[in-house]
């Protein structure tokens, strides 16, 4: 991705090479934790410049206690990224802390550590870590099913008769099935629901979606995903696709289904959904304005079809 005069790309584990720092996203208490140095007023994630004869893990473990004060922890690597800006080109990788434990604050390298929903409003890399930042949010995913498998299509939605194992990247012209389930009550309200913060974009609110699996169609899909988040049933005949998007790797079915379920039959399952609540359409305008809600695709689409 460009940004301004520097390009930030994110890339496969160990693809890149000369790996000069290392980046370190850190979860705790199901937030994100970030570090404010002591002589600046932003926010930053745990990173450093990887030392002559140190590896990338030794250097995010170093500096995840150096800069954090982290004592217990879990720490894996999950890609690399680069930036090139007019002064040179630069690798890292970047990992993903779950920290269960921090000292006191002592003589750290920041002033403070802080938990936020999200992204920070004021940060010290505002072109890098944004890009570091959704990439880390697809690769949680993608790790929380890894064995998940997917029917292949071509580009014109065919069945390749092939299947893919959700964690291995799609190659070039292939494509997987995803399906997004909106559910609205006859009061034009949508029912949606708050992601268990294991997940990517922890803590935001969504609609019900996911990739279908082998044996699947889009259909079948919906309403399994419905079942799996919600523990409710949809009927078939009370839903239609409202438009389908194509992007990256993914055939995205956006479905609408228009039918009245009471809050309390809502099944909250664990390491998926933590809330649920109906919004009208204006509110859930509202939400996706205040990054409350899951990035959309074909926003004012979407939005049509719901005040339709």
């Known amino acids: 991705m460009q940004r301004g005069t520097m390009i930030v790309k994110t890339a496969e584990l160990n693809t890149l090479n000369n790996y000069t720092f290392v980046v370190i996203l ?15 007023d ?6 450093v410049h990887i030392e002559a004869g140190e ?26 990224y680069s930036v090139q800006k007019s002064s040179g080109y630069s690798t890292g990788q970047v990992f993903l802390a779950h920290i269960h434990e921090l000292e006191e604050h002592q003589d750290f390298e920041m002033a403070e550590v802080k938990l936020f929903e999200a992204l920070p409003d004021k940060m010290r890399f505002p072109l890098i870590t944004p890009v570091i930042y959704k990439e880390m949010q697809g690769w949680i995913n993608l790790h929380s099913a890894a064995d998940e498998i997917w029917d292949v299509y071509d580009s014109e939605r065919n069945l390749t008769g092939r299947t893919h194992r959700r964690l291995d990247p799609l190659p070039e012209g292939d494509y997987h099935l995803v399906v997004l389930v909106w559910l609205q009550n006859s009061k034009g309200e949508v029912l949606i629901s708050k992601r268990a913060p294991c997940k990517g974009y922890p803590n935001l609110w969504e609609c019900t979606g996911g990739s279908a699996v082998a044996g699947d169609d889009s259909l079948a899909a919906a309403i399994r995903e419905v079942k799996e988040e919600l523990g409710l049933d949809v009927k078939p005949e009370n839903g239609k696709i409202i438009f389908t998007d194509i992007f990256n790797n993914s ?31 204006n509110e859930l305008r509202n939400m996706i304005d205040n990054d409350e809600f899951v990035p959309i695709a074909s926003l004012e689409e979407l939005l049509g079809a719901l005040e339709a």
């Open 26 to 40: 850190c979860r705790y208490q199901d937030k994100w934790l970030y570090c404010r140095a002591k002589d600046r």
């Open 251 to 281: 055939i995205g079915d956006v479905w609408l289904f228009r039918q009245d379920f009471d809050i309390k039959d809502v099944i909250l399952q664990e390491n998926e959904t933590v809330d649920a609540k109906y919004v009208s359409v």
């Open 55 to 80: 590896s990338p893990l030794d250097a995010a473990k170093r500096e995840l206690y150096e800069e954090t004060g982290a004592t217990k922890f879990d720490i894996v690597p999950a890609f690399d």
């Open 42 to 47: 932003v926010f930053e994630t745990a990173g």
